[in-house]
């Protein structure tokens, strides 16, 4: 006999991908109005999809600000492309994404390169069957032609690499005021390289984390005698205008105390505010 029964457990919204930390949009008030505050925790998740229209809306919405603040002070990195997503509503111009990216070919690199610029492809809505064609003509350029053309051991090297924006989307005319600290790492740093070599915007904050030259793309492995599991990164990517021994440093450093993080200070928003302000 079947019965209706009543049990206690954990709310699905709190489990899963739910309690990952989302990108998300917030406002704070400055003297005249409110100032849209666009927060990435990262740049990568399992919805790419998603991720490209919530973008399109916060800069189809805030089309008309004379400002907004992007915030990766906890963003550790991810996917480049997923930050070129967002760079491409700063600037209708062609922008140098690196100076130098260098990859050390091996078999397992390939593996996981192909992996990767296929799921890019399906992240796209392309059909599989097209998948196999050459990379030049599914991509954005021969990159993963010169991967598979070159011998295992050899370096496969792009230098002064250019990224297009998309033509379709608006470029935002406003003033951007982009937030770092000493949590902003890997891609990152991308973002705020690029951000600061073009002149997209004022950067705030304190030093990156991350440097500007630094090795790049991990890939596991499984050692054979050990067993032991390991990432271990195969490419060398430096940033336009990095220097290897440095993170990136914003054009205005802001200094906290140990009070200030004791008693939630944020003094990034309230330099964000002095300057709009003085607008």
């Known amino acids: 006999q079947e019965q209706m029964v009543e049990v206690f457990g954990i709310d699905g919204a709190i489990t899963g991908e739910e309690t990952e930390k989302k990108y998300r949009e917030y ?12 927060e ?10 998603a991720y490209d229209r919530f973008m399109a809306r916060f800069f189809a919405n805030h089309s008309d600000k004379p400002a907004i603040v992007i915030d ?8 480049g492309r997923w930050a070129y997503e967002v760079l491409d509503y700063l600037t209708d111009e062609p922008y140098l994404s690196h100076e130098r990216f260098d990859f050390r070919i091996s078999k397992p690199f390939v593996d996981v390169a192909t992996f990767s610029f296929q799921r890019g492809l399906w992240e796209k809505g392309w059909p599989r069957l097209l998948w196999w064609l050459p990379r030049s003509v599914v ?16 370096y496969a ?3 002064d690499g250019l990224h297009h924006p998309d033509p379709d989307k608006s470029t935002y005319q406003g003033e951007v005021y ?8 890997s891609a990152a740093v991308v973002f705020a390289s690029i951000f600061a070599h073009h002149e997209m915007g004022t950067t705030i904050g304190r030093e990156t984390g991350g440097r500007t030259v630094f090795t790049s793309d991990s890939i596991p492995i499984v050692m054979p005698n050990t067993q032991l599991f390991v990432w271990i990164p195969v490419a060398k990517l430096a940033l336009p205008g990095g220097e290897s021994k440095r993170g990136y440093v ?24 002095e300057l709009i302000n003085i607008m």
């Open 139 to 154: 991509g954005e350029d021969n990159w993963m032609d010169r991967i598979e053309a070159a011998d295992i051991g050899e």
């Open 250 to 273: 914003p054009d205005i450093p802001v200094v906290y105390t140990m009070e200030d993080y004791l008693n939630g200070h944020d003094k990034d928003l309230e330099k964000v505010r």
């Open 27 to 38: 406002e704070v008030e400055v003297d005249g109005g409110v100032l849209p505050v666009l």
């Open 72 to 79: 990766l002070r906890e963003n550790p990195g991810g996917d």
């Open 40 to 49: 990435i925790p990262k740049f990568s998740f399992d919805n790419r999809p």
């Open 178 to 185: 982009l937030l770092v600290s000493h949590k902003t790492n």
């Open 157 to 159: 090297v792009d230098h």
